[in-house]
């Protein structure tokens, strides 16, 4: 509510966390006094009813509208207090403001898997109301596989709602497939341009175009078009033209200038971002910019306001900058945060954006570091761009990768000799007491694990003896660059913040980078968020 005013939003789409690749039948098992609270990993996909869930249902049923207030006791009636009911209040909430900001031509794309949609359209009837759905998608994924006692589980769902029935709407096409177009396209210029024949006779009784053409009589109901238009398709070389005047002239039609097959609401032709993807950055659930594509394209124009709720790697906002429309995306990791950023600025070098939330001084990082040290961990890796380590999808969870590098909170790589293999920076940070060992320990462990240069970032101010400790370290020689690095090197946060950076040959690979878009594709309107 404080930087998203009503009814200024032209199109959201969401794609709410969720753990689909759990088993369906744990969604409903009663947590009621079974399960403490887990700690939220970096990607964290489940939802538990806690205290929170349970203060949220109560906003909910207490000051939602009647319609919404009804639907969702009557869920919790139905599926209980579990993590699924936990899921659909919190959804329930978000939607509630998620209609708030859309204007009255705007429309909402929820994202979701078959476990719950079912679910969602009822709680999206009651927010939007019935007569404004306005579809379901099918997106085919993934290809099926051996599942036992069911139908392969291979594809998602789009629920797409408008706030009225007077939504933005440019109908989308696909290209013909190859049978279609070598049972319709026979015919071929001399220039290789294929075209099909086409019906030039009136459907209908047409007295004024019943005329003589080039020595062929008129069809019964006259010709499709006037005279004027016939010279001019004439022309053009449009017409062709049969050998025997008992037959009649046809139209060409040129499959390049046909849009293509109208898209309907069951997708196959958009692929996953597999493992090969040019696009793949590395987050677990990355949607690929098609699919986005296609939903900003038909739902927006430009100029447009696009907001992702739920943006984690920042696909929708990526291609809301491509198409040239104004975004909006929100997330409440530092990791996806980081990740956005990467993205938007090597896919868009001349991008410009504002972050909210992110700490701008020492104080509002103390404060992050007293809140969540795990979020202030990630936000301090990304003030150097280091990979946070164990970030893979919250597999390791919070803690970080257990093993040979313990203590290292993120690695930063790059490759300065003819090998090209890649050597490393390995990043610790520190938002507590610090002290001299705490250096001796990060060179020892940059010294065992053979990488290059050890950067221990700290909140507090480094003492006289860590700084010793670190210069005794010495120097790491790039040989492809012909300079010397100090091995060990301590930066505090207000360091970075006013733009220190590590002394080290030029990284690569940190984060999988995304590929560029031409600039002229890339000029993004700024905007208040405050104004409709």
Same mark, same amino acid.
């Given at each position: 509510?404080?930087?998203?005013?009503?009814?200024?939003?032209?199109?959201?789409?969401?794609?709410?966390?969720?753990?689909?690749?759990?088993?369906?039948?744990?969604?409903?098992?009663?947590?009621?006094?079974?399960?403490?609270?887990?700690?939220?990993?970096?990607?964290?996909?489940?939802?538990?009813?806690?205290?929170?869930?349970?203060?949220?249902?109560?906003?909910?049923?207490?000051?939602?509208?009647?319609?919404?207030?009804?639907?969702?006791?009557?869920?919790?009636?139905?599926?209980?207090?579990?993590?699924?009911?936990?899921?659909?209040?919190?959804?329930?909430?978000?939607?509630?403001?998620?209609?708030?900001?859309?204007?009255?031509?705007?429309?909402?794309?929820?994202?979701?898997?078959?476990?719950?949609?079912?679910?969602?359209?009822?709680?999206?009837?009651?927010?939007?109301?019935?007569?404004?759905?306005?579809?379901?998608?099918?997106?085919?994924?993934?290809?099926?596989?051996?599942?036992?006692?069911?139908?392969?589980?291979?594809?998602?769902?789009?629920?797409?709602?408008?706030?009225?029935?007077?939504?933005?709407?440019?109908?989308?096409?696909?290209?013909?497939?190859?049978?279609?177009?070598?049972?319709?396209?026979?015919?071929?210029?001399?220039?290789?341009?294929?075209?099909?024949?086409?019906?030039?006779?009136?459907?209908?009784?047409?007295?004024?175009?019943?005329?003589?053409?080039?020595?062929?009589?008129?069809?019964?109901?006259?010709?499709?078009?006037?005279?004027?238009?016939?010279?001019?398709?004439?022309?053009?070389?449009?017409?062709?033209?049969?050998?025997?005047?008992?037959?009649?002239?046809?139209? #060409?039609?040129? *499959?390049?200038? %046909?849009?293509?097959? +109208?898209?309907?609401? &069951?997708?196959?032709?958009?692929?996953? $971002?597999? !493992?090969?993807?040019?696009?793949?950055?590395?987050?677990?659930?990355?949607?690929?910019?098609?699919?986005?594509?296609?939903?900003?394209?038909?739902?927006?124009?430009?100029?447009?306001?696009?907001?992702?709720?739920?943006?984690?790697?920042?696909?929708?906002?990526?291609?809301?900058?491509?198409?040239?429309?104004?975004?909006?995306?929100?997330?409440?990791?530092?990791?996806?945060?980081?990740?956005? #950023?990467?993205? *938007?600025?090597? %896919?868009?070098?001349? +991008?410009?954006?504002? &972050?909210?939330?992110?700490?701008?001084? $020492?104080? !509002?990082?103390?404060?992050?570091?007293?809140?969540?040290?795990?979020?202030?961990?990630?936000?301090?890796?990304?003030?150097?761009?280091?990979?946070?380590?164990?970030?893979?999808?919250?597999?390791?969870?919070?803690?970080?990768?257990?093993?040979?590098?313990?203590?290292?909170?993120?690695?930063?790589?790059?490759?300065?000799?003819?090998?090209?293999?890649?050597?490393?920076?390995?990043?610790?940070? #520190?938002?507590?007491?610090?002290?001299?060992?705490?250096?001796?320990?990060?060179?020892?462990?940059?010294?065992?694990?053979?990488?290059?240069?050890?950067?221990?970032?700290?909140?507090?101010?480094?003492?006289?003896?860590?700084?010793?400790?670190?210069?005794?370290?010495?120097?790491?020689?790039?040989?492809?660059?012909?300079?010397?690095?100090?091995?060990?090197?301590?930066?505090?946060?207000?360091?970075?913040?006013?733009?220190?950076?590590?002394?080290?040959?030029?990284?690569?690979?940190?984060?999988?980078?995304?590929?560029?878009?031409?600039?002229?594709?890339?000029?993004?309107?700024?905007?208040?968020?405050?104004?409709?």
């Amino acid at each position: 509510r404080e930087y998203v005013a009503d009814s200024s939003v032209d199109l959201t789409y969401l794609d709410p966390p969720f753990n689909s690749s759990r088993n369906y039948n744990v969604l409903f098992r009663d947590e009621a006094g079974k399960y403490s609270e887990a700690q939220i990993e970096a990607f964290e996909d489940t939802w538990h009813w806690t205290h929170q869930a349970e203060e949220t249902y109560h906003d909910l049923v207490t000051n939602a509208p009647n319609r919404v207030s009804e639907v969702i006791g009557a869920l919790r009636d139905l599926v209980g207090t579990n993590e699924m009911m936990a899921y659909l209040v919190m959804m329930a909430a978000r939607l509630v403001e998620l209609h708030r900001v859309l204007k009255p031509t705007g429309s909402l794309y929820l994202h979701c898997d078959p476990t719950a949609s079912h679910y969602l359209k009822i709680v999206m009837d009651a927010i939007f109301g019935p007569t404004n759905y306005r579809g379901e998608i099918t997106w085919k994924r993934t290809t099926t596989h051996n599942d036992a006692k069911r139908w392969s589980p291979n594809a998602d769902i789009l629920l797409y709602y408008g706030k009225t029935d007077q939504v933005i709407w440019h109908p989308q096409h696909a290209p013909h497939s190859v049978r279609y177009v070598a049972d319709k396209y026979r015919y071929r210029d001399p220039d290789g341009r294929l075209y099909a024949l086409d019906n030039m006779t009136s459907p209908n009784p047409r007295p004024n175009l019943t005329y003589e053409w080039k020595g062929f009589p008129p069809p019964p109901n006259g010709w499709r078009y006037s005279r004027e238009t016939m010279a001019k398709l004439d022309a053009d070389g449009r017409i062709w033209y049969p050998s025997d005047t008992s037959k009649r002239p046809r139209l #060409k039609r040129y *499959l390049d200038e %046909m849009p293509g097959v +109208v898209v309907g609401n &069951v997708w196959t032709d958009i692929d996953p $971002v597999n !493992s090969q993807a040019g696009e793949r950055l590395g987050y677990p659930t990355q949607k690929p910019l098609a699919l986005l594509e296609r939903i900003i394209s038909a739902s927006s124009n430009r100029g447009d306001i696009v907001l992702d709720p739920f943006c984690g790697c920042g696909t929708a906002i990526a291609v809301a900058q491509k198409l040239d429309r104004r975004w909006i995306g929100i997330d409440v990791t530092h990791l996806a945060i980081a990740l956005m #950023k990467y993205r *938007l600025c090597a %896919m868009f070098p001349d +991008v410009q954006f504002r &972050v909210i939330g992110e700490p701008e001084d $020492v104080g !509002s990082a103390r404060q992050l570091a007293q809140d969540d040290r795990y979020q202030f961990q990630w936000w301090a890796l990304s003030l150097v761009k280091a990979k946070p380590l164990g970030s893979d999808g919250g597999k390791t969870g919070k803690t970080g990768k257990k093993g040979s590098d313990w203590g290292i909170d993120g690695v930063i790589a790059f490759v300065d000799d003819n090998t090209s293999k890649p050597k490393r920076v390995m990043v610790q940070v #520190k938002s507590g007491h610090v002290k001299a060992g705490d250096i001796r320990d990060l060179r020892g462990t940059v010294e065992r694990e053979n990488a290059a240069i050890g950067v221990f970032i700290t909140l507090e101010e480094p003492t006289r003896d860590m700084v010793t400790e670190a210069v005794s370290a010495g120097y790491y020689h790039s040989p492809g660059w012909q300079q010397e690095y100090p091995r060990i090197q301590i930066l505090t946060i207000e360091q970075l913040l006013h733009g220190a950076e590590i002394k080290m040959p030029p990284p690569h690979g940190t984060f999988r980078e995304a590929q560029r878009v031409r600039v002229s594709d890339a000029e993004q309107v700024q905007f208040d968020l405050g104004a409709p």
